[in-house]
C-alpha cells in the first residue's frame, strides 16, 4: 500500500541521493541500478517490493513517481509563490506613443484582437472596466472598423472598481462607461453587470462577488490554475499620480486583501469616498490586463512602479503582476518620460 508518507520519502530519497546520482552518471553507469538508499530501501519494504538484483524495475518505477510528486509540488508551489511573489514578472510591455491619438488606436487595435481570441476560444469575452480617463481612451471602439468588426454579443461587462454612487450620477464609472462605450455599441444588457448601487458598499462589494461567483460557475469568467479567482480576459486599469489603480490606494488595508474577490473602502482618498474594488488577487490572476497612463504628473509613480518593483513596494501600480497573464502598460511620452532611455526608445 502507498502510505501517506510516500512523497516525503521519496522526497527524502533524492535530496540524499544527488551525489551518488552525479557520480554514477559521471560514470556513464546505469542510474541506480542497486538500491542503497536506506529511504528507499524502506519506501520498498512498504510497498513488498524486492530491493537488489530485480531492483532495475522497482528503480525506475519509483524513479518516475518521484518525478510525477517533484512536477506536482513545483507546480503547486510555483503556483502558490507567484500569487504573493515579490520577483518582477518578465511577461511585462511596455508600448510608448507619441500622440494621445496613436495610444488610443493601439488601444482599441489590442481590446479588439483580445475580444477575437477569447470569443474563439472560450466563446466569451469577459472584460473589467475602471474609472477615469480610460474609458475616453477606449472611446475609439465606438468608431469603424471595430464598430462593425467586434463580436459585441459575446462582451461580458465588469468594473475593477466602482464608486458606490447612484447609476446616473457623474461620479459613476458605470455611467462614464456608459455614456462613452457601452450606448454607442451593441452590447446585450443582461451582459453589463453594474453594481448593486441602492446598498452599503460593503453590500454592494458582497453583492459584486456573488455574481462573479456565479459567472465562474458557469464559465462565462474563466477560472484561475492556481487559485479559485476569476481569471478575466481582461481587466483595464488607469493609474493615479499616487500609483493608486482601481480603488486600491497606497498604504490602504485593502491592498492587503487575500480572500475576497471584491472588497469595499468607505475612506477613498480620491473622492467619492465609498467604492467596491477588485482585490489584487483577482487583477493578479487575469489573462491580460492593461495598464493606460498619460500625463506628465504621473510620470514619477510610471518610473516607479515600471523600474522600481521590488520586495518592499508601497505603490499598488507596482503590485499589478499577472500571475501566469501578460500585463501591458500604455504610456504617451510624458507620463513614460522618467522611464530610462532602454524602455523609452
Ligand atoms: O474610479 C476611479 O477613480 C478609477 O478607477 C481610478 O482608479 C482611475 O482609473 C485612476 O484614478 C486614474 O484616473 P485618471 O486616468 O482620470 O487620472
Redesign the pocket.
Known amino acids: 500500500m502507498i502510505g501517506p508518507t510516500f512523497c516525503i520519502k521519496l522526497a527524502a530519497f533524492t535530496q540524499m541521493d544527488l551525489q551518488s546520482f552525479t557520480h554514477s552518471s559521471e560514470k556513464n553507469t546505469t542510474i541506480f541500478t542497486s538500491i542503497d538508499h536506506p529511504t528507499l530501501q524502506e519506501v520498498l519494504r512498504d510497498w513488498d517490493l524486492p530491493s537488489t538484483e530485480s531492483g532495475i524495475f522497482c528503480h525506475s518505477f519509483a524513479l518516475s513517481l518521484f518525478c510525477v510528486c517533484l512536477g506536482i509540488l513545483f507546480e503547486s508551489h510555483h503556483c502558490k509563490d507567484m500569487a504573493n511573489s515579490v520577483s518582477p514578472i518578465s511577461n511585462k510591455e511596455v508600448r510608448i506613443h507619441d500622440s494621445l491619438d496613436e495610444l488610443a488606436t493601439d488601444l482599441a487595435d489590442y481590446i479588439a484582437g483580445l475580444s477575437e481570441m477569447s470569443v474563439k476560444e472560450r466563446g466569451f469575452f469577459a472584460i473589467a472596466l ?5 474609458i475616453s481612451m477606449i472611446g475609439k471602439l465606438c468608431e469603424a472598423p471595430y464598430n462593425k468588426t467586434v463580436d459585441w454579443a459575446k462582451w461580458h461587462i465588469f468594473w475593477a ?1 466602482e ?1 458606490v454612487v447612484a447609476k446616473n450620477h457623474s461620479d459613476s ?1 458605470y455611467k462614464l462607461a456608459k455614456d462613452g462605450l457601452l450606448s454607442k455599441v451593441p452590447v446585450i444588457p443582461s451582459h453589463v453587470y453594474s453594481i448593486n448601487d441602492n446598498v452599503s458598499a460593503e453590500k454592494a462589494a458582497k453583492e459584486y462577488e456573488f455574481i462573479l461567483r456565479q459567472l465562474v460557475k458557469m464559465r462565462t469568467v474563466s477560472v484561475s490554475e492556481c487559485s479559485d479567482c476569476p481569471k478575466f480576459d481582461l481587466i483595464l ?4 499620480h499616487d500609483g ?4 486600491l490606494f497606497p498604504l490602504h488595508a485593502a491592498l492587503n486583501e487575500k480572500e475576497e474577490w471584491v472588497t469595499f473602502i468607505y475612506d477613498s482618498p ?1 473622492p467619492p469616498p465609498e ?1 467596491i474594488t477588485f482585490t489584487l488577487p483577482v487583477i493578479n490572476s487575469a489573462s491580460n490586463v492593461a495598464l493606460v497612463v498619460t500625463g506628465s504628473a504621473k510620470a514619477e509613480a510610471v518610473r516607479l512602479a515600471i523600474e522600481e518593483s521590488s520586495s518592499n513596494c508601497t505603490l499598488p501600480a507596482q503590485m499589478v503582476w499577472p500571475t501566469n497573464g501578460k500585463l501591458v502598460w500604455f504610456l504617451d511620452r510624458s507620463s513614460a518620460s522618467k522611464l530610462d532611455a532602454s524602455q523609452s526608445a
Open positions: 475602471s474609472g477615469g480617463s480610460l472598481d464608486r464609472n486599469l488607469g493609474m493615479g493608486h489603480v482601481a480603488s480620491k467604492r
